[in-house]
């Protein structure tokens, strides 16, 4: 006779901890309601304290326009008004579409050397001596320091922006690919080496899946790195790029257009941010779990 056992609802063990209870839909949506409630009222509060100080004439105009200076300034330079397209012959867009994909090149060549360069100086201790300190010098480096440099060796098109870029992006990727790889547990290497895996498969099967969850911070960082180089490497022959146009119009003391082109920069940089959340929540769903 054949014993039947039937499932009954889980059971939490005496001092354990309740397991997280996943918030319902309606919850999430209260809750994305809530935080989108409070970010407006926070940009409100910010619009009408910068009006004030333009209203009070704290300081001269042409150093803090008024918000809708700065709306003016975006309109025009986002379309064709008297005969003039955009910004030096290029609509506000297409300075940004410029910008990021010289942002999106160099990061994804910092990610192709970063994360190697990263597992080497992880896993193998006499290269760590050599190369470390070599990411750490590059870390600490402004990138206008180099800048001269790059345009001596490359000139002042495009090679000299994109070196810029993996310059800045590349450490921060490869320092925490090399933190990352040596938090992995040992209990997860033991186990592998048990189970008969060499090197290579400890490195491709245990360590770079445990540690992607930290690389791809180190990514999304990298990223913001570039992003607040590229006002420098768009310093020579930056036209178009925003980073270009927000250093002419400095040039002209166009404080408006400056601070349009800041705003696109950084609303640019959120949304982006956004998509390697997102990204990061797909290719590493693991992250914060046993």
Do not use: C
């Amino acid at each position: 006779m054949s014993a039947v056992l039937s499932a009954g609802p889980e059971r939490t063990a005496p001092g354990a901890p309740a397991p997280e209870r996943e918030p319902a839909a309606p919850e999430r949506l209260r809750e994305a309601l809530r935080r989108g409630a409070l970010r407006l009222v926070a940009l409100v509060v910010l619009l009408a304290g910068w009006q004030a100080v333009v209203s009070l004439e704290v300081w001269p105009r042409i150093l803090v326009p008024s918000p809708g200076d700065v709306w003016h300034q975006f309109v025009l330079t986002s379309g064709t008004h008297d005969g003039v397209r955009g910004y030096g012959g290029h609509l506000l867009v297409e300075h940004l579409g410029v910008s990021l994909g010289r942002i999106g090149t160099g990061s994804a060549y910092a990610v192709l050397v970063g994360v190697p360069l990263g597992l080497l100086i992880g896993t193998v201790r006499p290269l760590a001596v050599v190369l470390e300190p070599a990411v750490t010098f590059l870390r600490t480096l402004p990138p206008l320091a180099y800048l001269s440099l790059l345009v001596i060796w490359f000139g002042i098109d495009e090679a000299p922006k994109i070196w810029l870029l993996v310059i800045a992006a590349l450490p921060p990727i490869a320092a925490a690919t090399a933190a990352a790889v040596r938090t992995v547990p040992e209990q997860l290497v033991e186990a592998a080496r048990a189970l008969g895996s060499g090197p290579v498969a400890l490195l491709l099967s245990v360590r770079l899946p445990a540690a992607l969850p930290e690389i791809l911070t180190g990514v999304r960082i990298a990223v913001g790195v570039a992003y607040t180089s590229v006002v420098a490497a768009e310093t020579i022959n930056g036209v178009p790029g925003i980073g270009g146009m927000i250093r002419d119009a400095q040039r002209y003391n166009q404080t408006a257009l400056v601070i349009a082109g800041i705003l696109a920069i950084g609303l640019s940089g959120i949304v982006l941010d956004a998509l390697l959340r997102g990204f990061e929540r797909v290719a590493a769903p693991w992250r914060g779990k046993a």
